[in-house]
């Protein structure tokens, strides 16, 4: 059990994965992270510092002391979660594939 997920660096699918938790990501602007980055949303489901050490520590820090901070963030992420369960997300993989099949460019 965890209350936040701490990925300095590159943000993959582990993003989906903190969302289902209820979990807030904490990262940095790291130059390079995956498409699923975009899932997450500032202040509401990620906290992201400067790629910095001491400007991680600090958000770590913040966060730890702030409890009131890190539920708001949870019930955030516990929302959002919805939004990309395997169901919705599968849905949403056909459904683009049968908007391309409709289209000029599918037939």
Not at 73 to 92: D, G, P
């Amino acid at each position: 059990n965890c209350d936040f997920v701490l990925i300095p660096e590159w943000v993959g699918l582990a993003a989906v994965d903190a969302l289902a938790a209820g979990r807030p990501v904490i990262t940095t602007d790291h130059p390079s992270h995956a498409p699923e980055f975009e899932y997450l949303v500032a202040q509401q489901t990620k906290i992201q510092t400067s790629h910095e050490v001491r400007a991680y520590a600090s958000a770590i820090a913040q966060l730890t002391t702030d409890p009131h901070r890190l539920q708001r963030l949870q019930a955030f992420c516990a929302q959002e979660s919805e939004r990309y369960s395997i169901e919705k997300m599968s849905r949403n993989f056909k459904d683009g594939i049968n908007r391309w099949r409709a289209s000029p460019r599918g037939n």
